[in-house]
Every structure is written in C-alpha cells, then in structure tokens.
C-alpha cells in the first residue's frame, strides 16, 4: 500500500502525520513501527493520525503511536502540529479546535506568531488513575505534595530515586536532577519506563531548576526513548515543581530541541503549552502489508 503522509516536528519531537479524514488506512501495530523507523522507514518519534469528528462539539480525532507502534493516550507537541497541519491542509478554517484523543478533549489554537497554544486539561493525581501503585511505599511530603522513593537496579547499577507521580492523560515520573547535560537518562530512563510500580510503563522525566520561572528539561519517553522534547512531560515537570513549592505558575522550559512555556494556575486548572510547530516536507512511502 502507497500512503501520503507529512512529515512534523514540535520543538526537536518528530511526528510522521497521517490524514484519515476521508478513510481509514487499516494500518498495524507493524506498520505503525515501519513508518517511525528511521532507517527502514520515514522516521519519527510519534505517528499522528487526523480522522473526523466523532461526535458534536468536537472538530477532529487524534489518533497517536508510539514508534514502537503502541497507541497512546496523548501528546502534547503532536497537538500543535496535529493544529498547523489541519490548517495548512485546509481540513478547517478555525483559529480554534476541539480534538478527540483517548485520554479526552483538547484544545488547541493558533497564535499569531505562528506558534501554537493548547489546553491539555486538567493534571490528574490520583495514582490509581496514573497507574502508579503505591502500595508499602510511604510519600515524602514535599511543598504542599510528595514525591515518591524507587528503588531501580540492575546487575551494574542501584539508585533509590524520589519521583513525583501524575499523568497529563499519559503518565509521568518527574525526577529533580542538579545538571540535565549529567543527568542518567540513558541507564535509568528505561528502568523507571519498565518499573512494576507503573502497569502501563511510563515517560521519564529529569528536571533541572534554574529559577522559579524557568526549568531545563530531558524525557525518557515510553515508546519512543529519548526524545527532544516532550509536551505532555514538559507539562508534567511544570506541575510537579508548581506543586512541590520550586516554580512560578508560568515557566519556560527548555529542552534539547527547543522552548515551550507552561502556564498553570493550580489543582483543577488546565496545563496550557505554547511552543512551535513545524512542516519538514511531504512525501509518501511504500508501506509494506508486513513489515
Ligand atoms: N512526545 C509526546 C508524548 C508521546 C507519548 C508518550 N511517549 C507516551 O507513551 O505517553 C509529547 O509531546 O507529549
């Protein structure tokens, strides 16, 4: 099968991008991972898919894969792209839109600069609905939450680490670290993705205080691996720090591939993300029936 697609990125996080709004393409979990391949395929960290509304009040549905070909709830720089690209493709004329995903609806809108804001929805934190399981663990009460004490180890290596817990429809482990550049995300970011503790694994987060108003920041993404840039964990970090008494309510965030700011006025708010959005090129590709 020969498929168009466009390809994306959002601050360094790359997407292969799908347009499904006149019929789905029917592809596999195999096929998903052949297009994110970056040597047998297009290449990209996520593959987005833009299919029609599902219902009143909502403009499109997102459809989101992990390169490892895995379906998953949200992601935030996706979201700015998903935005630019139903505008530039015509698919709507609005400043504007409401959009489907599987963890909820969000909102994303266009600025005027050219970069893209979007209300990702409130953070949740109950663990039960991260998953995280917190069972015999006792919290370290931190600012006005806590942070949790994981035990990761391998034959080479043993760390207790202290992670705040949340999920911005996807979850995250948000850990404070003194230097990003230094920081272990290689080693570490695949156990805490893997650890039992978190049944649907997890993003991984390393954050980097500078000041009350700007963090530096690297995800270890489930599905993915390191990526550039991380919306839903740049929203995540944001939050934790918010919460644990370290950041402002408006941070900017800078990660390996670029800015994003992140505003947040509190428990039962909306995370706002504001960041670029940019198209690479288009192409199309032979996707094989089994890769
Ligand atoms: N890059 C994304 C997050 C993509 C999904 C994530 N890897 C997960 O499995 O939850 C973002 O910008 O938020």
């Not at 993300?273 to 198209?279: C, E, L, Q, S």
Request: a negative charge; proline letters at 7%.
């Amino acid at each position: 099968m020969r498929i168009r697609f466009t390809k994306m990125q959002g601050a360094g996080n790359d997407f292969v991008v799908l347009d499904e709004t006149r019929g789905t393409l029917g592809l596999t979990p195999a096929q998903y991972r052949f297009l994110g391949n970056r040597h047998f395929g297009v290449g990209a960290d996520q593959i987005l898919t833009v299919r029609p509304s599902p219902g009143p009040d909502i403009d499109f549905q997102y459809v989101i894969h992990n390169s490892d070909g895995g379906e998953v709830e949200q992601c935030g720089n996706g979201a700015r792209c998903f935005m630019r690209f139903v505008r530039e493709r015509g698919l709507t004329t609005k400043d504007a839109v409401r959009v489907q995903t599987l963890s909820g609806v969000i909102e994303p809108r266009m600025g005027e600069d050219g970069r893209v804001t979007v209300d990702m929805g409130a953070p949740i934190f109950e663990t039960e609905k991260v998953p995280f399981d917190p069972a015999g663990l006792t919290p370290q009460h931190e600012g006005a939450w806590q942070t949790w004490h994981l035990a990761l180890s391998t034959h080479a290596e043993e760390a207790i680490i202290a992670v705040a817990v949340l999920s911005m429809g996807n979850p995250h482990a948000v850990q404070v670290v003194g230097n990003v550049d230094t920081a272990p995300v290689a080693t570490q970011g695949p156990l805490i993705e893997h650890h039992p503790r978190f049944p649907q694994r997890v993003n991984a987060g390393f954050m980097q205080i500078v000041s009350r108003s700007q963090i530096r920041l690297r995800v270890f993404e489930r599905g993915a691996g390191e990526t550039l840039a991380c919306g839903t964990g740049a929203c995540a970090a944001v939050v934790s720090g918010i919460r644990l008494g370290l950041l402002d309510p408006r941070v900017d965030v800078e990660t390996r591939g670029g800015r994003l700011t992140i505003e947040w006025a509190g428990v039962g708010q909306p995370v706002f993300m504001t960041g670029p959005a940019v198209t690479v090129f288009e192409g199309d590709i032979e996707v094989p029936e089994q890769p």
